[in-house]
């Protein structure tokens, strides 16, 4: 398996947006075969057990909230395949323009992982 992690620091005045926009790229990545989880709502980053906390390391203004979506692939080889696919399609086009209304491009986190064993 091959995954993209995105974490997003929405203000609280755009999440009802953001959450629209995430269900609709969602959808086109679908029409396409990926296995995608749009937005997950952060309810509990502190820090717990010895460990450091998401709010440690992301940390989100007063006004703002901690989201995370993840893109899931067979594998590398299928991500890179139809990403490019994806991101020449005009919906994504059109909600990438979006979005860039509703949150900071700058202050998203992304990574890519894949299974090691």
């Known amino acids: 398996m091959y995954q993209i992690f995105y974490l997003y620091r929405v203000p609280t005045r755009n999440i009802d947006r953001f959450l629209r926009i995430a269900r609709d790229a969602a959808d086109v990545y679908r029409r396409y075969g990926v296995t995608v ?5 952060l309810t509990d980053g502190d820090s717990k057990y ?12 007063s006004d703002e909230q ?14 890179r395949a139809l990403m490019k696919q994806i991101d020449s399609d005009p919906d994504i086009g059109r909600l ?3 979005i860039q209304e509703v949150i900071d491009l700058k202050k998203i986190v992304r990574w890519e992982m894949e299974d090691a064993v």
């Open 50 to 61: 010895g460990c450091m906390g998401i709010v440690d390391v992301v940390p989100a203004a």
């Open 66 to 79: 901690i989201f995370m979506g993840v893109d899931s692939f067979r594998d590398i080889a299928e991500c």
């Open 37 to 41: 989880t749009p937005a997950m709502r």
């Open 96 to 98: 990438y323009k979006e």
